[in-house]
């Protein structure tokens, strides 16, 4: 039983350059989250989806936008990568629509230069 | 944003010891939330409170509800050193549920 899949685990890109983090649960779960993970700062929620075909910003959604391709999948796209994106992003989903988050990915780390 | 004071901010204890720590807010809260991270590792949650004064175990793990609905504890009995990691209490405000705010976490240090 994988929980939440993420993937990559790791990237580097140069400031402007696009792209895509993948995030996939096997738990039939309705809700799912993208969250960013700084020094000092906490976790802040990037986006949400509390169901399959819904998606609703959080509180630092400016500079990504996001996929809820089907119930597994979430996808989280940083369509001109900023060094301020530097961070660590992890997907969480929970069973219960809007409900806190159960069960976290292990994470991508994305630096941008 | 808004976000919760977490204390202590890092503890450094001996294999065996009781841990103790708390999160508190500046309004009313009708969920309190307790997480561990690993390194490398995304959070675990570890207790969900929902109700005022309530008392959750999980194992040597036990968090409080507090009575004031601005407070949460978490107590770890008898530390092992498998208890490193990074504690996190998150909440919602009661006039605000839709919300989760998070704190900036305790890091938990033990000496086998």
């Known amino acids: 039983n994988a929980g939440v899949t993420q993937t990559p685990k790791f990237q580097v890109l140069k400031t402007g350059q696009s792209m895509t983090l993948q995030c996939a649960q096997d738990?039939?779960?309705?809700?799912m989250y993208w969250y960013r993970q700084d020094p000092g700062m906490g976790l802040r929620l990037i986006y949400y989806?509390?169901?399959?075909?819904?998606?609703d910003k959080g509180e630092v959604p400016n500079g990504y936008n996001v996929s809820r391709l089907n119930k597994r999948e979430f996808s989280l796209r940083l369509e001109s990568a900023a060094p301020s994106q530097t961070s660590v992003y992890f997907c969480?989903?929970?069973?219960?629509?809007?409900?806190?988050?159960?069960?976290f990915g292990d994470g991508t780390r994305l630096s941008i230069l | 944003g808004q976000q919760l004071n977490q204390s202590p901010q890092s503890m450094f204890i001996q294999e065996g010891e009781d841990v103790s720590m708390n999160c508190t807010s500046s309004?009313?809260?009708?969920?309190w939330l307790w997480y561990k991270q690993e390194p490398g590792e995304g959070p675990v949650l570890l207790i969900a409170?929902?109700?005022a004064g309530e008392l959750t175990s999980n194992g040597r793990l036990t968090a409080q509800f507090g009575i004031t609905r601005k407070d949460s504890f978490l107590n770890i009995s008898a530390s092992i050193p498998s208890d490193v990691g990074i504690y996190f209490c998150?909440?919602?405000?009661?006039?605000?549920?839709?919300?989760?705010?998070w704190g900036l976490g305790t890091s938990l240090a033990v000496n086998p």
């Open positions: 969480a989903s929970s069973e219960v629509p809007r409900g806190q988050p159960q069960h």
């Open positions: 738990m039939n779960h309705n809700s």
């Open positions: 989806s509390a169901s399959e075909g819904t998606t």
């Open positions: 309004s009313i809260f009708n969920t």
């Open positions: 409170l929902y109700k």
């Open positions: 998150a909440g919602r405000d009661a006039g605000n549920n839709r919300k989760l705010i």
